[in-house]
C-alpha cells in the first residue's frame, strides 16, 4: 500500500512538473490568464490528467487568437484590427501567416486611382505656374489643392486619430505638418510632391513585403491542401487534408508531397525530406515504415495509412511553430521600437528649433522662408520607418531559413542570443551517440562458432540487446528453445546441447570459467557446451558529424561538456573520440540540470541538446534548450526553444549561420538607415532643402532595409539544390 501511495506522489509530481513546462514554453499567448483544473487519477502508477480551461484577458497585444482591439506600430502607423484583419502592409507587426500564394501585387484600386489623377493634376499645375507666371495664380492654386487632397485626406484621418489617443509624433502627422507648411510659405508643388511620394511609398513598401513574406512562405511550402482518400468501398476521392481520420488510407502519387504523418501499407518509394530536415538526400521507405507528412515522393505511388490526423502531424506543428515565434521579440527588435519612440520627437524638436531659431542668428543669413523649408524636410526624414519594419522582417527571415534546414527556432529571441552562446552541455544518449547498441568487436579463438551460436540463439528473444547481435551474426539456423534469467541473461538448447549468452554472473553459475573484464563496456559473455567461447562487445554508435560539430563549436570559442549517467569508462571513451573538453558521468536527471542552473547562475549563457523526456528539466534550465530528433516527442519539443527536426547536431553549426547572418543584417539596416537620415539632415543644412528628395530618401532607405532583410533566407555555402524528379 506504501508502494502504491508512493507512485501516486511521484505521478502527482511529474504531471506537475510537465504542467510548468507547458506554461513556462507555452507557444500561444505572451499576454493571458490561466485558469487551470488538473484532475489526477492514479492507480498503479497510470495517471490521467490536465483538462485545461483557460480564459485570455490582453489588451494590446498580438497573440494568434481572434480579438478586437485598435494598434498603435511604433512607426506611427494606427491600425483597427478585427480579427488580426490589417490594413498596413509596411510595419503589420502581427504573426506573418505563411501563404505562398499571398498576391504580391494586388493594389487598392481606389488608391491608384487617386494616385494617378494627383499626379496629373501636380503636372498640369506645375506647366499653369511656370508658363503662366502669376496671372493664373487662383487657376493653378485650386488644382494644387486638388491634387494634394486626393492623396492627403486618408493621412489626414490618420494622423487625426493619432492626435486623439495623444500622440502627436505619428509618421502621419510629421508629413501632415511638413506638406502644409510647404503649402503656407508657398512651396505647393513641394507639398503635394511630398504626400504624392509617400503615398507611393507605401504602395511599394506594401508590395516589397508581401513579396518578402511570400518568398518565407514559400521555403516553408510543406503543406498539402487536398489528399486522395481510398473509399470503403474501393473507390477514391479527393478531400481536404484537415477530414483524414486516423485509420484512413491515402495515395501519394509521384510528384505529391505526403499529407499527414502515417505509414507505408503498399508499395516502396524514395522520398525527399529537404523541406522538413534540410537532408538533400533521398531516403528510401517501404511497406512498414513509418513516413512524415511534408515529404516529397519521388520514385513511384504509395498507399499510406494516416496515422495522425492534420493538426497533429509534423506538417502542421512546424507551420504553427514557426508563425507563432514571432510573439517572442529579441532585445535588438524591442531597441528599435523603443529608440523609434525617442528619435522621432527628438528630430522633431531640432526641425522646430530651425525653423524658429536660424533666422536669429545672423551668421547664418537665413531667412525664416528658408528655415521653415529646412524645419519641413526634418520632419519628413524623422520617420523611422526603416527600422521597425526591417527588423521584425530580418528575424522572420532568419526562422524562415533556418526552417528550410530542419531547425525550428521559437523566437526572434533565440535566434539572437545564439551568438552569445559561452557553454554547451550534451546529453550521451541519443544525442552524441545514436541511442541504438551495435556490436562492435568479438574476442574469441574461434571467432565463427561465437557467431553461430550468438546468432541462433538470440532470435529466441526480444531483448535490444539480442535484436542487435541477431542482426550482425545474420545466420540461418535458430535454436530450438531457450528462457531469459533476469538480470543474468540467455539459457538455450542449441543442436542438443545448452548454450548460454549473458553477464559473467551467468558463467559462473553455470560453472564457466571467464575472465570477467572490468572496463565499463557492455559485453554478452558466450559458452557452448560447458566451454567459454568467448566475448561480444557492443556500444552505442556515434552520430555522423558530431566530431567535426564539436571541433566547429570550438572554433566559435564555444566550450562543450558531455552529462551523461553512464559510467566513468564509457563517457571517457565517446567524450575523446568526439573532441568534448569536459565530461561528467554516472549524473541523473535532476544532476544534469543543477550542472545547467549552477552554470546560468554564474552569468555563462548555456546552451542544452537533449532528446528524450528526461532530458527537460536540463532543456528547460539553460539558456536555450535543443531538442534533437525530429517532432516525435512532444514534452522535450514544448520545453526547448530551439528543435532539430532533421536529428542531426550537425545542424547546429546552421543554426549558428543563420543567426550571425542575421545579426550582422540587423546591423547593417540600422546603420544604413541612421547614417542615410542624418547625411541627409546635415546637407539640409547647407543647401537649399529638397523635400522630395527626403521623401524619396526615405522611401528608398526603407526599401533597401526590407531587400537586405532578405538575404537572411540564402546562407553562403549553402548549396542545396531541390532534387525532387516530378
Known amino acids: 500500500m506504501k508502494e502504491k501511495n508512493k507512485n501516486a506522489d511521484i505521478n502527482s509530481q511529474v504531471c506537475e512538473d510537465l504542467n ?37 484577458s490582453h489588451k494590446d497585444e498580438c497573440c494568434g487568437h481572434s480579438h478586437s482591439h485598435t494598434e498603435k506600430c511604433a512607426c506611427g502607423h494606427h491600425h483597427g484590427h478585427e480579427g488580426h484583419g490589417h490594413g498596413c502592409a509596411c510595419c503589420d507587426d502581427t504573426p506573418v501567416k505563411i501563404d505562398k500564394d499571398q498576391k504580391v501585387w494586388q493594389v487598392d484600386k481606389k488608391q491608384l486611382v487617386l494616385v494617378i489623377l494627383s499626379a496629373v493634376l501636380l503636372v498640369a499645375a506645375f506647366c499653369m505656374e511656370h508658363f503662366g ?36 509624433f505619428n509618421e502621419n502627422t510629421l508629413m501632415n505638418v511638413a506638406s502644409i507648411g510647404a503649402f503656407c510659405i508657398g ?60 485509420g484512413d488510407r491515402v495515395i501519394v502519387n509521384v510528384g505529391e508531397k505526403v499529407p499527414v ?50 493538426s497533429d502531424s509534423t506538417v502542421s506543428k512546424i507551420l504553427r511553430l514557426v508563425e507563432e515565434a514571432q510573439h517572442n521579440k529579441p532585445s535588438a527588435e524591442k531597441f528599435v521600437r523603443k529608440f523609434a519612440r525617442i528619435y522621432t520627437p527628438a528630430v522633431f524638436a531640432v526641425a522646430l528649433i530651425i525653423a524658429v531659431f536660424a533666422p536669429l542668428i545672423k551668421a547664418l543669413g537665413m531667412t525664416y522662408t528658408e528655415s521653415i523649408a529646412k524645419g519641413l524636410v526634418f520632419l519628413v526624414i524623422s520617420c523611422p520607418c526603416a527600422l521597425v519594419i526591417s527588423t521584425p522582417l530580418t528575424y522572420f527571415g532568419g526562422i ?33 551517440t545514436e541511442g541504438k547498441l551495435k556490436v562492435a568487436s568479438i574476442d574469441a579463438e574461434d571467432r565463427q562458432k561465437v557467431v553461430e551460436v550468438a546468432g541462433a540463439c538470440e532470435k529466441l528473444s526480444n531483448h535490444p540487446i539480442a535484436d542487435c547481435i541477431s542482426e550482425y551474426c545474420a545466420v540461418k539456423d535458430r535454436a530450438d528453445s531457450g528462457k531469459e534469467i533476469a538480470g543474468k541473461g540467455l539459457v538455450c538448447e542449441y543442436k542438443g546441447k545448452v548454450a548460454l549468452l549473458g553477464n559473467i554472473k551467468l558463467m559462473r553459475d553455470y560453472g564457466i570459467e571467464a575472465a570477467e573484464k572490468q572496463d565499463g563496456l557492455t559485453r554478452v559473455y558466450v559458452a557452448y557446451d560447458g566451454k567459454y567461447l568467448g566475448d561480444i562487445t557492443l556500444e552505442d554508435s556515434i552520430r555522423e558529424g558530431v566530431d567535426k560539430t564539436v571541433d566547429g563549436l570550438k572554433q566559435r570559442g564555444i566550450r562543450t561538456v558531455m552529462l551523461t549517467g553512464d ?41 542544452f541538446v537533449g532528446d528524450g523526456l528526461n532530458d527537460a528539466p536540463a532543456i528547460k534550465s539553460a ?44 546591423i547593417q539596416n540600422i546603420a544604413m538607415a541612421l547614417g542615410l537620415k542624418f547625411a541627409i539632415m546635415i546637407i539640409c543644412l547647407f543647401v537649399s532643402p529638397l523635400m522630395w528628395l527626403a521623401v524619396v530618401a526615405d522611401v528608398g532607405v526603407c526599401l533597401l532595409a526590407i531587400f537586405n532583410s532578405m538575404r537572411t533566407l540564402r546562407i553562403k555555402g549553402d548549396k542545396r539544390k531541390e532534387k525532387a524528379k516530378v
Not at 405 to 431: A, M, P, Q, S
Not at 634 to 657: H, I, M, N
Request: a negative charge; aromatic letters at 6%.
Open 20 to 56: 510548468l513546462l507547458r506554461k513556462e514554453h507555452s507557444l500561444e499567448c505572451d499576454i493571458h490568464c490561466h485558469e487551470e483544473e488538473c484532475n489526477h487519477n492514479h492507480e498503479e502508477g497510470e495517471h490521467d490528467c490536465h483538462n485545461h480551461t483557460h480564459s485570455h
Open 133 to 168: 507666371g502669376e496671372k493664373l495664380f487662383w487657376g493653378y492654386l485650386p488644382v494644387y489643392i486638388v491634387a494634394y487632397l486626393l492623396v492627403a485626406i486618408e493621412s489626414f484621418a490618420e494622423g487625426f486619430r493619432g492626435l486623439k489617443e495623444k500622440d502627436f
Open 187 to 246: 512651396e505647393f508643388e513641394e507639398g503635394v510632391a511630398v504626400m504624392l511620394l509617400y503615398t507611393i511609398g507605401e504602395i511599394i513598401q506594401g508590395i516589397s513585403v508581401r513579396k518578402s513574406k511570400k518568398s518565407i512562405g514559400q521555403l516553408l511550402d510543406i503543406r498539402v491542401d487536398k489528399s486522395l482518400r481510398i473509399e470503403s468501398d474501393g473507390s477514391e476521392k479527393l478531400v481536404d487534408t484537415s477530414l483524414l481520420k486516423v
Open 261 to 310: 504523418d502515417g505509414k507505408i501499407v503498399q508499395g516502396q518509394s524514395s522520398f525527399d525530406y529537404s523541406k522538413l530536415t534540410g537532408e538533400s538526400v533521398p531516403v528510401e521507405l517501404k511497406t512498414g515504415e513509418e513516413i512524415l507528412a511534408g515529404t516529397l515522393n519521388l520514385e513511384s505511388s504509395v498507399i499510406i495509412e494516416v496515422s495522425k490526423e492534420y
Open 400 to 432: 524562415g531559413s533556418a526552417s528550410r534546414r530542419g531547425i525550428l527556432v521559437k523566437g526572434g529571441n533565440y535566434l539572437e542570443i545564439l551568438n552569445n552562446i559561452d557553454e554547451i552541455c550534451f546529453d550521451k544518449t541519443g544525442t552524441i
Open 567 to 607: 559510467n566513468e569508462a564509457v563517457a571517457n571513451k565517446v567524450a575523446s573520440k568526439v573532441g568534448i573538453d569536459e565530461y561528467k558521468a554516472g549524473l541523473l536527471p535532476q544532476d544534469k540540470c543543477d550542472y545547467v542552473k549552477a552554470c546560468v547562475e554564474e552569468g555563462k549563457k548555456v546552451m
Open 623 to 666: 539558456t536555450i534548450g535543443v531538442c534533437i530528433g525530429g517532432m516525435g516527442n512532444d514534452a522535450s519539443v514544448e520545453a526547448s526553444d530551439v528543435v532539430l527536426v532533421g536529428g542531426k547536431l550537425t545542424q547546429l553549426d546552421d543554426a549558428f549561420k543563420v543567426a550571425k547572418k542575421t545579426k550582422k543584417i540587423i
